[in-house]
């Protein structure tokens, strides 16, 4: 009798379960109804050529303005065009051009770097805050001390770094360099070193300069990654720099190239050596810098 009782009471459950396993499907499929909903894009290019200012080429926010012809012009070209109208020479005065910045307001646009990845379709008055954070946007070259303007993706970015600065390529997650100089108190002509080492299949950029940290001179060692920023959380570095029985040890979390070699050196997010230790570091007579600086990077989990 008990038994029975207990058999049915487990079949309850059972019911129970499958009613809940048929609820859950329930937001999968609205989830599908909803991504193969297509946003409203304009296609046509006339459209979207009528916002392009005609003196700077750049896309026009409003205030849009027009001359009393209907040349339209951008806020920044209007500043800067002494009230004339760069198409019909006539006065411009402040005339806005209400039916273009409604017409904007309309439009969705592909993000400009569609071409690199990216798939969102955005509202014009928003698109340009997104292309300032899109994670497809191209990365500025990581090499520092020289002024370079190369920007792409990571494998284009690595294979600058080899070919045009020469930079020294390493396999592996540990890493052992030596640092010589023979006259290191000119701390303000130091070099920039660069290393990139290839781990878990993505590349890091190892720094080592020399600065001057308020009235002191310093060098500084830290890495960088080939990559965003959520993505650099993922992984931790560590390095060790030493001499003479002493030793100073940092750890801490790769930064994203996004951030600028610059940014990353002011915000002391590194190993910092005081010029006096490293050359205690370097034995001898003080005389020559000798720095020794290992490594190791990982993944956490
Ligand atoms: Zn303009
Ligand atoms: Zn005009
Ligand atoms: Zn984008
Ligand atoms: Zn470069």
Redesign the pocket.
Known sequence: MCDGVLESHSSVVDNDMSTNAENKSVPSIRSTIASTRKPLVMSTNGVNELLVCPVCSSLMYPPIHQCPNGHTLCSNCKARVQNRCPTCRHELGNIRCLALEKVAESLNLPCRYNGLGCHDILPYYSKFNHEQHCRFRPYN???AG?E???TGDIPT?VA??KD??KVDMHDGCTFNHRYVKSNPQEVENATWMLTVFNCFGRQFCLHFEAFQLGMAPVYMAFLRFLGDEDEAKKFSYSLEVGGNSRKLMWQGNPRSIRDSHRKVRDSEDGLIIQRNLALYFSGGDRQELKLRVTGCIWKEQ
Request: charged share 10%.
């Open positions: 070259c990581p090499y020289s370079c303007s190369v970015l600058h770094l045009d600065h």
